[in-house]
């Protein structure tokens, strides 16, 4: 091999430059979100380790038992009846989707598909 040593510091070079975003942010982690709670002491639907976790596994198992069913209450841990709605039960509490929602969801990079039907509390606000 003729160019053994380019090839190599090419090589070096390559992966130096293809794992420099690795590098660049080893030892720095993203700010944990902090989510706005509500101010009022209101009991949440279910317990608040549940709605971290699997939030929309419920409103999606709330939209299809509204939608495909007509049911429109869910019975709550605490044996309250609830409405399944996002815009008027959720928001009830948690009044803004900036403070709320997206802190959250920035965080882990996901876009939940919700706001392509629903209104956020600002809209809401917005068509009074």
Not at 13 to 40: H, Y
Not at 92 to 98: A, G, I, L, M, T
Not at 112 to 119: M, Q, S
Request: net charge positive.
């Amino acid at each position: 091999m003729y160019n053994a040593g380019k090839i190599i510091t090419g090589i070096v070079i390559f992966v130096a430059i293809f794992t420099l975003p690795l590098w660049w942010q080893l030892g720095r982690a993203a700010k944990v979100p902090q989510p706005e709670l509500p101010k009022k002491e209101k009991q949440c639907v279910l317990d608040t380790e549940y709605m971290r976790t699997s939030h929309m596994q419920l409103l999606n198992e709330w939209r299809n038992s509204v939608v495909r069913d007509g049911n429109r209450l869910f019975l709550g841990q605490n044996g309250k009846m609830f409405n399944m709605s996002l815009t008027n039960e959720c928001f009830r509490c948690h009044q803004s989707k900036k403070k709320f929602c997206d802190q959250c969801h920035n965080y882990l990079a996901v876009s939940p598909y919700c706001w392509e039907c629903h209104l956020t509390p600002e809209q809401v606000k917005e068509s009074k």
